[in-house]
């Protein structure tokens, strides 16, 4: 029997184990860093989004395959090496996404008050690295920068009230920051125009339906040349967002208690303050014939207290992975991972880290597929890894000092969360540090 590990339990990883499961005679192993399997799916889908969130039922009965087993709280680079994992297991598939942000990389960026979408993102979702009091809410004006799905989230959640959001799963302390927010106005703000956004309209249209939001867009803002007009008629997804957009250009303010302001064609060019971000300044742009944004010298200062950029996702070198650092991604081909130009035996990619963070969660499933199918078309020929017996790992973890949670761990938080949250009238409530995700899977493993 074949011996794999998946490091990553996101989306990439699961389907990777679903697809592994059904076509060969494997046993899996499926680690994660956190002490929760699903990766985005728990730290990233947006709270007020339950039925994305529900995908996770799907995930959970892959894991519960008799042949898989889960091995939460166990980072690949720390607690396990790539020589590790080469001595236990035959086959690898690296699923370990795309965790940090990319840059603006202007002046200021790194003062208190600025930080990427992913940070607040994290704090909302509860992810067990980012600490409680890490947002406060107390800026009256925020900015969003970037014009794609994951800034919608964020500008929506700091646009809900705090009884819009408390049937969610949202952590207590996150429900009770929402609670005191002082936010008042919310520039989601984008370097390129409308035709360029990367929004979906689903997404977009919701954050025109805020119980306690104005959106205001202003409808010079929507000019473009003959050219991008052509593109917009073709496309009809474009059309149906320009649509959207256009709508929300002919709205006065309602007199609603926050106000979301879409800007286009403004970059950011600096981010002002001395202790605290206090401002930021933007040049208005123009597109060059490549599409690029281009500065028009045209400035503005925008008095502003929190920035969050939310401009893309980038992957993480693995000690002793080759990495491609110019697109973030493990180098591969169909999910088999290139070593000095060659492919490299056992190694395989899937998910953000194999193609870049592109794509739904269901795109996920397509490119799985793909990788497992190159890992059994090897299997005959993989080497076997010298130890073969499946507990050694385990032994391993434990002389290591890892506390690994397992499946049944995972089911102990998850008993956790839903009595938390049902004591407060909502499905469940995330806890969101790693003691209390540990003490919950500890205390809970043969008490169910
Ligand atoms: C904020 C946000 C919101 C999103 N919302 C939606 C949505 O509403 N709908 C939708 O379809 N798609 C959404 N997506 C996209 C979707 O989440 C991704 O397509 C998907 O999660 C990518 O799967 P993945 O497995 O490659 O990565 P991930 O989901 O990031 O999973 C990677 C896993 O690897 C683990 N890991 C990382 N390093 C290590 C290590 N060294 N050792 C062990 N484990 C490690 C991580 O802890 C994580 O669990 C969203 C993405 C983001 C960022």
Not at 29 to 38: A, E, H, K, M, T
Not at 243 to 265: A, C, K, Y
């Amino acid at each position: 029997m074949l011996r794999v590990a998946v490091v990553g339990c996101g989306p990439g990883g699961v389907y990777s184990v679903g697809a592994l499961v059904q076509h060969g005679d494997v046993a899996v192993d499926v680690l994660d860093r956190v002490p929760s399997p699903f990766g985005l799916v728990r730290y990233g889908v947006a709270p007020d989004h339950p039925k994305i969130q529900s995908i996770s039922g799907a995930l959970e009965k892959v894991l519960e395959h008799p042949a898989v087993r889960f091995l939460g709280n166990v980072e690949v680079g720390t607690h396990l090496r790539l020589d590790d994992l080469h001595r236990h297991y035959d086959g690898l598939i690296f699923a370990n996404g795309a965790s940090l942000d990319r840059r603006l990389s202007i002046p200021g960026e790194d003062l208190p008050g600025s930080t990427s979408a992913t940070d607040f993102v994290s704090w909302y979702s509860g992810h067990p690295d980012t600490p409680a009091g890490r947002f406060s809410l107390d800026a009256r004006r925020v900015a969003v920068i970037g014009m794609g799905n994951v800034a919608l989230d964020v500008t929506r959640i700091l646009a809900k009230s705090h009884d819009e959001l408390r049937t969610t799963d949202l952590p207590d302390h996150v429900l009770q920051a929402l609670a005191v927010s002082r936010v008042e106005d919310i520039h989601l703000i984008g370097r390129r125009g409308p035709a360029q956004a990367r929004f979906t309209t689903k997404e977009l249209r919701e954050l025109g339906e805020l119980a306690h939001a104005d959106v205001l867009l202003d409808p010079h803002d929507l000019d473009m040349d003959e050219a991008t007009a052509q593109r917009v008629a073709d496309d009809a997804a474009l059309r149906r967002n320009i649509d959207v957009l256009r709508e929300w250009s002919t709205r006065s303010p309602g007199g609603r208690e926050r106000r979301v302001h879409v800007r286009f064609m403004l970059r950011p060019v600096e981010i002002l303050g001395d202790t605290h971000v206090t401002g930021l300044r933007l040049e208005r742009t123009r597109l060059d014939a490549n599409g690029n944004a281009v500065g028009t010298g045209e400035q503005s200062t925008l008095d502003t207290q929190l920035v969050l950029r939310s401009v893309g996702y980038r992957g993480l070198a693995l000690a002793g992975m080759p990495f491609d650092t110019a697109t973030g991604v493990i180098p591969n081909v169909g999910g088999r991972v290139l070593r000095d130009g060659g492919v490299a035996m056992g190694e395989y990619v899937a998910g953000w880290i194999k193609r870049g963070p592109t794509g739904v969660i269901g795109t996920n499933k397509h490119d799985a597929n793909e990788t497992v199918a190159a890992l059994l078309a090897d299997a005959p020929t993989l080497p076997r890894a010298p130890v073969r017996d499946p507990d050694a790992v385990l032994r391993l973890l434990h002389d290591r000092g890892v506390d690994v949670v397992t499946w049944e761990g995972w089911r102990a938080i998850q008993r956790t969360e839903a009595r938390l949250g049902q004591a407060q009238g909502r499905a469940r409530a995330k806890l969101a540090d790693r003691e209390s995700l540990l003490r919950a899977a500890n205390e809970g493993v043969g008490h169910a």
